[in-house]
Every structure is written in C-alpha cells, then in structure tokens.
C-alpha cells in the first residue's frame, strides 16, 4: 500500500514540475511497431529510424516517401503525431531543418562539374556547388556573398551550375548561354538585369542539371551544396557561409 502511495505521490509531482511529462522509462517503438501507428495516415511513408526527440515526451523518426526523407513527431502515449520544426531558443538553431539536411545529405561526386562555372580557384581545399538561376534575386545577393568569402578565404571556392526556375521566363535561354561559353561575366551581367546573347552552341547541359536537381530534391534557388553533401537552401551572408562550409565535415 505504502508503495504504491509512494508511486502516485511521484507522478504526481511529475505532472506538476514536468508539466506532465515523466517518461524515463517509456519502451521506444520498434520500426514496425511505428509503421503500424501510422499505416492509416500515411500508408507510403518508409520507416528508417526511431529515437529521441530533443524535446521530451516525444519520440523522433524518420520517414521517406519516394525518394525524399523527412521527419515526424511521436507522442510517448502514441496517440497523436505532428510536423513542424523545433527551434532551440538558446542557440536560435532549426534542430529539424539540420535533421533533414542531413537526412537528405548527397553524394557530391554525382555531380558533374564539368559545366560549372568556377568562381575561386580549381585547387581550393573546400569546394562548395552552388545551384543558381540567373534571373533568381537571392542568387544575385548570394553570388556577391560567395565573391567576399573567396577574397577572405583562398582555400574556398564555389562551382556553380545554371538551375533555371520555370517560373523566371527567360532563364533556361540565359542559363544555356552561360554554360555555352561557361562565362562567369554573363551570369553577373544576367544579375545586373544586362542584355545576355543567345547561345552560340546546342549541349545538354542545362536541361541534365535540371533532371538531377529533381533527382537531388532540389526545387528552389539558390541550393549550396556543402563540402559533405548537405543541401542549404536559401541566401547566406559571407560569414555564415565560411562558417557552414567549415562545419561541413
């Protein structure tokens, strides 16, 4: 009797200091066993990996639908599920946004350079791929970051493959005659809104770069490929940037 007064008198100081949540002990579903909650609501979704959430009370785990890999949240009374991103207030940090880069990390030597324009130099020790659209005005603020970082940085460089929204009328022809003549002006002519020529050769590589940004995952621009395969999406500031690219082991 004492011992279970005891045991009610413990979690009921857990629901008052913990705001309910005291869950040590909790058993974390197996891969089959979460497939099996969430068979109903999401039938395609590819169990990879259950564990810890960062916050307490919920379980994280890993998902892939085609050929895409994301993450969800499981509650400890396996009742409810959420998306959406948590944020760490102490070090203003998207945990989930870091998790699904690294879910989503690539092999970068599945990228051809051959059709990159190369802004640094060839033997940089951090090379760093740089999907971009010439009419993209992100891309514009991005191209003028990465010049800063190499004039920092001689050990870093950027090789940057023409990735046209269909969105931006104009950009596929602009980026088929910049990879034509692989012309580094050109692009920041396109960005400082100059007339570009047409193109002067008929290659392929404009429309592969867009099949294997699709393959990637890649739907936006601009996309930063890091020296290990983590995809940042979005504009960064020159010292974000080197500072990214240094984390990137």
Known sequence: MRNKFLVSTITFLCFLILGGICF????????DEASEIL??????????????????GLWEIDVQSGDRKGLIYLDYSRKYFMQGAIFDLKTKTNLTQE???ELNKVDISTIPLDDALLLGKKDAKYKVIVFSDPDCPYCSKLHEEMKKVIEKRK???????????????GAYEKSKAIVCEKSLQMLEDAFAKK???KAKCEGKAVDETLKLA?????????AIVLPNGIINPGYKEADALIDAIEKAK
């Open 155 to 169: 050990d870093m460089s950027f090789y940057i493959k023409m990735y046209p929204l269909p969105m931006h009328k």
């Open 214 to 222: 699709e393959k990637l995952g890649i739907r936006g621009t601009p």
């Open 39 to 56: 068979k109903d609501l999401a039938p395609d979704l590819k169990i990879l990996e259950v564990k810890e959430s960062p916050i307490n």
């Open 195 to 197: 007339e570009i020529p």
């Open 24 to 31: 040590s002990g909790e058993k974390m579903p197996t891969k």
């Open 99 to 101: 998790r699904m880069s």
